[in-house]
C-alpha cells in the first residue's frame, strides 16, 4: 500500500465523518462552482460566438463595450434584467414561467456527473473490502455510477421545456417550431444514445470518471475506427439536440419567427438563450469526456505519474488536465460555430431522413464493430494489457468494415430514395391555379 | 462516499437550478418596468389579430415518430445492462446482441419501407 492509498483512505473516512458545517461549506463551494463559474463561462461564450460568427462573415463583431467588446456580456444581462416581462394575454401564465426553468435545470443538471479533472488517487475495493487498484477519481461534482444513464435522462427534460413554451404561448408559430423541436428531439436522441453504446462497452461502466480512467490506461476512444465513426455520429445528433445551425429548424427565423420562443422576452428569453448555450457546453464536456480523453494528455501518461499525496502535485496534476480540457472543449465549441457559419439550414424532410435513414442504422452497425474491436483489443480477460499486435488486427479487421458501413448506408439511400431528378412539384398532384401561385 | 449521499448532492443541485432560474426572474419583476396594454398582450404572429384555434390536434406523423422512438429508447435500456457486463459474457453475449439488433434492424427496414420514415 503506497502513500497515495493512505491518503485516499484518509480522503474517505474524513468525508464520512464530515461534520455538517463543513458539509455545507462544500457545498457552497460546489453552488459556487456550478451557479458562477458556468454562466460566466456561457456569457463569453456567446460573446465568441459573436467574435467568430463575425470573423466568418468579414465583420469585426462586437467592439464597443469594454476593450475587445470584452464586457458585452454584462451590458446584455443588465438590458435583459431591465426589460419589461410580457406574457401573451391568452397565454398559460403557469406553463409559461415553468417551460425556461425546466430547459435551464436540465441543462444544468447535465453538469453535475462530468469529470473536468483527474482530480486524486482512489482506492478501488471489490466487494470484500480488499484494496484491488487504483483509478483517478476525477474532479467532478458527483460521481454516479448509473452517470451517463442519469446524463441522457436529463438531457431528454429539454425537449418537455421546449414543447411547454410551445404550447403555453398560444402562438401558431410557437406551436409548430415546439412540435418540430419534439420531432428532431426524439429523433436524435436515438443515434445519439447508440453512439454512447461503444464507449459503455470499452470501458465497462456508466460512471463517466471509469470512461475516463479507461481512456487514461488504453488511449482515447476516437483513435479507433469504431469510436471515430461513434463521435462524428455524436457529433452530430448533438448539435441537433441543442438546436443549432444547420439543424435549427425549430426556431428558424426565416419560417416561423423565433419558433418556441416566440412569445418570451426579457429575461425569460434570457434564460432560454443561457439554456441553449449551456447545452452546447455540456455537450461539448460529453463528447471530450467520453471520446476526447477528458482531460487526458494524448499518446502519454504524463499528468498522471505526477500525482502524489502532496498538495502542490494535486494542484499541478488538476491544473494541467482542467487546462487540457478546456483546450478540447473550446475546439469543439469552435467545432460548433465553424459548422454554423458554414452549413445553411437543413429542410425538414432531409432532417428527419437523415437522423433516421443515415444515423440510426449506423449507430446500431457501429456497436457490432465496436464488439468486434473488443474482441479484437481487449480480449475478455480484464488484466490483459494488449500489445501493439492486437491494435493492428483491430484496426485491420474494424476499418474496412466501418468505411463499408458508411458508403454502404450512403448508397442505400441513394437506391432508395425518390427520384431526385423530378422535382418536387413534380410528385404531387397539381392543380392549374396552385401552379400558377407557385 | 456512500452512494446515497451522491444523490442526495444531484437533489441539492437541482434545488440549486431552480433556484438559480428564478432569481433573474424575481429581480426582473422588482426592477423592470410594467406599463401593460390591451394591445401590448396580444399574441405576436404578423401585425393582424390571431384567428382560429390555435391549440389545435397534430399530425398523425408526429405519433409515428415518438412510436419509434419508445421502440429505439427502450432498446437502448437493454443495450446499456448489456454492454456494461459485456467484458464478463464472452463471445456467446455479441452473437446474442447480433440476434437482436438483426431483429430491430428489419423492424427499423420494415418501417422504412412501409414509407413511415418519409416526412411529407
Known amino acids: 500500500m503506497n502513500i497515495a492509498t493512505v491518503w485516499a483512505l484518509q480522503f474517505d473516512t474524513l468525508w464520512l465523518s464530515l461534520p455538517i458545517r463543513q458539509w455545507i461549506i462544500w457545498a457552497l463551494w460546489l453552488f459556487l462552482g456550478f451557479f458562477g463559474i458556468f454562466p460566466g463561462i456561457v456569457a463569453y461564450m456567446v460573446w465568441g460566438e459573436r467574435k467568430a460568427a463575425a470573423r466568418f462573415q468579414d465583420r469585426i463583431g462586437p467592439n464597443r463595450v469594454g476593450p475587445l467588446g470584452l464586457l458585452q456580456p454584462i451590458a446584455d444581462a443588465l438590458k435583459l ?3 419589461e416581462n410580457i406574457v401573451p394575454r391568452d397565454a398559460d401564465y403557469r406553463v409559461h414561467l415553468l417551460a425556461p426553468v425546466v430547459l435551464l435545470v436540465s441543462a444544468f443538471l447535465v453538469l453535475a456527473v462530468i469529470p473536468f479533472g483527474f482530480g ?8 470484500a473490502g480488499q484494496v484491488i487498484g487504483h483509478r483517478l477519481a476525477g474532479l467532478v461534482a458527483v460521481d454516479l455510477p448509473a452517470g451517463l444513464l442519469y446524463l441522457v435522462a436529463v438531457s431528454s427534460l429539454s425537449a418537455l421545456g421546449i414543447f411547454l413554451a410551445g404550447w403555453s404561448s398560444r402562438n401558431k408559430y410557437s ?14 436522441e436515438v443515434p445519439q444514445v447508440l453512439a454512447t453504446i461503444p464507449i459503455i462497452l470499452w470501458a465497462g461502466s456508466l460512471s463517466l470518471v471509469t ?6 490506461d488504453f488511449g482515447w476512444f476516437i483513435f479507433t475506427p469504431p469510436g471515430f465513426l461513434a463521435f462524428c455520429l455524436l457529433t452530430i445528433s448533438s448539435i441537433a439536440e441543442v438546436n443549432r445551425a444547420p439543424f435549427d429548424l425549430p426556431e428558424a427565423e426565416s419560417e416561423i419567427i423565433a419558433g418556441y420562443h416566440t412569445e418570451y422576452s426579457g429575461m425569460r428569453f434570457g434564460l432560454f438563450f443561457l439554456a441553449e448555450y449551456l447545452s452546447v457546453f455540456g455537450v461539448s464536456c460529453l463528447g471530450t469526456v467520453l471520446f476526447l480523453g ?28 482542467v487546462g487540457s480540457f478546456s483546450i478540447k472543449v473550446i475546439l469543439y465549441v469552435f467545432l460548433m460555430f465553424w459548422v454554423r457559419a458554414t452549413l445553411p439550414r437543413m429542410r425538414v424532410d432531409r432532417l428527419m431522413n ?30 490483459y494489457i494488449p500489445f501493439f499486435r492486437d491494435y493492428l ?46 | 462516499m456512500l452512494l446515497i449521499y451522491r444523490y442526495i448532492l444531484v437533489g441539492l443541485l437541482l434545488l440549486g437550478a431552480i433556484g438559480f432560474a428564478l432569481a433573474p426572474l424575481l429581480v426582473v419583476a422588482l426592477v423592470a418596468p410594467s ?55 464472452g463471445l456467446f453475449a455479441l452473437i446474442e446482441m447480433v440476434v437482436f439488433l438483426t431483429i430491430l434492424t428489419i423492424g427499423l427496414a420494415y418501417a422504412w419501407a412501409k414509407g413511415v420514415l418519409q416526412w411529407v
Open chain 1, 81 to 83: 434584467i431591465t426589460k
Open chain 1, 120 to 127: 486524486w488517487d482512489e482506492p478501488v475495493q471489490d466487494a
Open chain 1, 175 to 188: 406551436l409548430l417550431g415546439a412540435m418540430r423541436a419534439v420531432a428532431q428531439l426524439v429523433s436524435y
Open chain 1, 211 to 216: 470512461i475516463v480512467n479507461q481512456q487514461v
Open chain 1, 294 to 321: 477528458g482531460g487526458a494528455f494524448p499518446f502519454t501518461d504524463f499528468p498522471r505519474n505526477l500525482l502524489s499525496d502532496r498538495t502542490a502535485s494535486l494542484v499541478l496534476v488538476n491544473a494541467l488536465t
Open chain 1, 354 to 383: 437523415f437522423a433516421w435513414k443515415y444515423l440510426v442504422p449506423l449507430g446500431i452497425i457501429n456497436i457490432v464493430f465496436a464488439a468486434i474491436w473488443y474482441e479484437c483489443v481487449f480480449g475478455h480477460n480484464p488484466y
Open chain 1, 393 to 438: 488486427y483491430g484496426w485491420l479487421i474494424t476499418l474496412p468494415l466501418v468505411v463499408i458501413a458508411v458508403v454502404g448506408i450512403i448508397m442505400l439511400n441513394r437506391v432508395l430514395a425518390p427520384s431526385r431528378t423530378a422535382p418536387v412539384s413534380a410528385r404531387r398532384p397539381t392543380t392549374r391555379s396552385s401552379s400558377v401561385l407557385r
Open chain 2, 35 to 89: 406599463k401593460r396594454s390591451r394591445s401590448k398582450s396580444d399574441i405576436y404572429e404578423c401585425g393582424v389579430l390571431t384567428t382560429g384555434e390555435t391549440w389545435i390536434k397534430f399530425r398523425i406523423q408526429y405519433f409515428v415518430y415518438a412510436l419509434l422512438f419508445v421502440i429505439f429508447d427502450v432498446e437502448t435500456v437493454f443495450l446499456y445492462p448489456w454492454a456494461v457486463s459485456y467484458g464478463g459474457l
